[in-house]
């Protein structure tokens, strides 16, 4: 499994960015989620997709970002928007699969500054 997570920036607060993630070598089962990491903190949840399609979000960005799957490009997207800077974090994406065999897979990560 490889993952590459794109399109992070330095963005103004309230403004907007989108994330992208290409996923390759992935099986059925498999779900796809979005981790962010700021300095000093551990990483944390942000959002994620099952492969049936269901999304599932932290609390604090529900209503700020969206995450949608592309299966049949096996892309992970990212829109966030009214972008605040406690959001400013290296952005992960991840896949994860809970049935045999399992694996839990880290991109690289993308940076994400948010300037007040």
């Known amino acids: 499994v490889q993952l590459q997570a794109s399109g992070g920036g330095l963005v103004q607060t309230g403004g907007s960015l989108r994330l992208s993630c290409a996923a390759s070598g992935i099986m059925g089962a498999t779900t796809l989620a979005w981790y962010r990491q700021a300095p000093g903190n551990q990483r944390e949840f942000i959002a994620s997709?099952?492969?049936?399609?269901?999304?599932d979000y932290a609390g604090s960005v529900r209503g700020r970002f969206t995450v949608s799957r592309h299966n049949a490009k096996n892309t992970l997207d990212l829109q966030m928007n009214f972008l605040k800077p406690e959001d400013t974090a290296v952005y992960y994406c991840?896949?994860?699969?809970?049935?045999?065999?399992?694996?839990?897979?880290w991109g690289q990560g993308t940076l994400v500054t948010v300037s007040s």
């Open positions: 991840n896949a994860r699969r809970r049935v045999t065999p399992t694996y839990s897979e």
């Open positions: 997709v099952t492969s049936g399609g269901i999304t």
